[in-house]
């Protein structure tokens, strides 16, 4: 179930089994659509950048995390919340 579900919007429900290794980022519109002091957005592709090179669900939070905040400046306020969830099934040891 969709959390802040509006009036007449239809969503899709699906499920996925994450193999060992994988990981997957769930994450609130308030990192991709933050901005800079020119007023440019922090945009999915940055985001996708570190998704792709990341191999650690907690690495990944924090270095999208000092980005953003390098990104929008130290002085800037945050426009929305930011909810980031990092999910990673381990390989077998």
Known sequence: MPLGLMPGMGYE??????????????????????????????????MEGFVSISTDGA?????????????????REQEDDITLLALQRLKPS
């Open 59 to 75: 690495a990944l939070i924090d270095s999208l995390l000092a980005e953003l905040k390098q990104f929008t400046g130290e002085e």
């Open 13 to 46: 429900e699906r499920e996925w089994i994450l193999a060992p290794g994988d990981g997957m980022l769930l994450y609130s519109d308030g990192l991709i659509e933050a901005h800079d002091p020119r007023h440019e957005m922090f945009g999915t592709s940055r």
